[in-house]
């Protein structure tokens, strides 16, 4: 089955201390995404990929960092998590070629304290 | 780059009734212009898409409308029913990354 997945979905954590959110996918993607979804803010991206070692940052990278080692593979690191980065966090991807449906994984709900 | 702008915000309509959805888009050169469904506490899903070739899609109760020259596309939901309500985000891109609008959150009321 066709998929992309997040882990962890949920996850509460305190201010400073670093945390990486996985995400995987199974459908040999060549293009990667990460957004952050706030109430009225719709879908903000972070950062993507269009390749292995290929990154770039989207609209709001600061205090995000990715990598992008496997093609499979793009986690989300927060090296010093604040408040203001509560948020649900959707990755994504997406076959090149302009036209190709784009997949959700199932999101992670952070809370910063 | 893009940038996409979505109305309304928020939409109520009877059951039974029509709903409407509007985006416009700044670049003349994106080709590709997605719909996503986002229903309470899951995941963002595709629910229908155009190319810039084509001006009308349908897919059952649902259609999508597209004018290059004004550069706005509109989603269609004929008879909605109470599993319509969900939060619905417009897309356009030119290649790969997507450029969203903010969402419009429809509540079909019984």
């Given at each position: 089955e066709a998929q992309v997945t997040q882990n962890p979905r949920y996850l509460i954590t305190v201010t400073g201390k670093k945390l990486t959110v996985t995400c995987s996918q199974n459908?040999?993607?060549?293009y990667m995404s990460w957004y952050r979804q706030d109430p009225g803010l719709g879908l903000r991206q972070i950062y993507y990929s269009m390749n292995v070692e290929v990154t770039d940052k989207g609209d709001v990278p600061e205090g995000y960092k990715v990598s992008r080692k496997e093609k499979r593979n793009f986690p989300l690191i927060l090296e010093s998590p604040s408040p203001n980065q509560t948020s649900l966090y959707f990755c994504a991807s997406r076959g090149l070629g302009g036209g190709e449906t784009q997949y959700f994984g199932p999101g992670t709900r952070l809370l910063v304290l | 780059g893009e940038n996409v702008e979505q109305h309304p915000s928020t939409l109520s309509v009877q059951e039974g009734d029509s709903a409407v959805i509007k985006c416009t888009y700044?670049?003349?050169?994106?080709?590709y212009f997605p719909w996503y469904k986002q229903e309470l506490g899951k995941r963002p899903q595709l629910i229908i898409d155009i190319r810039s070739n084509v001006g009308e899609k349908k897919d059952q109760r649902i259609a999508v409308t597209l004018n290059k020259t004004a550069k706005h596309f509109s989603l269609h939901i004929t008879?909605?029913?109470?599993?319509?309500s969900a939060v619905y985000f417009c897309a356009a891109s030119i290649g790969t990354p997507l450029v969203f609008g903010k969402g419009t959150r429809l509540s079909v009321i019984a």
């Open positions: 459908m040999n993607h060549e | 700044s670049d003349s050169a994106s080709n008879e909605t029913q109470p599993e319509d």
